[in-house]
């Protein structure tokens, strides 16, 4: 079956610096892609996502990247800021629901 | 706009109780999702919904029934709980097979 995994459960950076978030898959016939943020004691919050015939997109602030050659997928947040301190998830479609990884704690120090 | 809603927020109950887990959203969403976050597993799905009336089982059923009879409405109920089932729950929604999916705030639910 499918599976998510991400590369690192944790990442620290200094407020102002970008954040790359990485996350791999197995399974080649994903065709959707998704980043969910998710604060302490809430739900996940969408962030932004792609579809299989992209490898890149914008959102503000935010930028998704997919490697479909490698099965890889990125969240890069540019200025990072103390309130992007969060878990945050990379999901694929795995039939009709959601496949999730497990997460990386971004810490952001001021 | 209320968007997607779970209540209770927390519930504290014992093994082997009957609980029941609720979900409504007001934004007639075709899809509704149950599911579990714990420790070290992630988000697991529990159960899905295409359509009132139809469901179907997730990755990790055992242990837990589901209802569609209204689309704004998914429960969940632990017919007996286990201490296995101490998690927090989230319920989300929708609009098609292939949209982003919208979370609620989660229950909390602890099983002594």
């Known amino acids: ?110 | 706009d209320a968007g997607i809603t779970q209540s209770p927020r927390y519930k504290i109950t014992e093994t082997g109780r009957q609980v029941t887990l609720m979900c409504h959203q007001t934004w007639s969403h075709s899809y509704m999702f149950w599911y579990r976050q714990d420790l070290g597993h992630g988000l697991r799905l529990i159960y899905y919904s295409a359509a009132a009336d139809i469901t179907d089982k997730g990755e990790v059923p055992d242990g837990y029934v589901v209802s569609r009879s209204k689309t704004e409405n998914f429960p969940l109920t632990l017919e007996s709980a286990t201490r296995s089932q101490t998690s927090v729950y989230f319920c989300a929604s929708s609009r098609d097979r292939d949209e982003k999916l919208f979370f609620g705030s989660g229950t909390q639910l602890s099983v002594l």
């Open chain 1, 1 to 110: 079956g499918e599976s998510v995994g991400l590369h690192l459960p944790t990442l620290s950076v200094q407020e102002g610096d970008n954040s790359i978030i990485n996350c791999a898959y197995s399974n080649s016939a994903s065709d959707y892609f998704i980043w969910y943020k998710q604060e302490s004691g809430k739900g996940p919050q969408f962030i932004i996502d792609i579809r299989s015939n992209m490898d890149k997109r914008q959102g503000q602030r935010v930028t998704v990247l997919l490697n479909k050659t490698v099965k890889h997928l990125s969240l890069q947040i540019a200025a990072t800021q103390p309130g992007d301190s969060a878990v945050y998830f990379c999901a694929l479609k795995g039939g009709t629901a959601l496949i999730f990884g497990k997460g990386t704690t971004l810490s952001v120090s001021s």
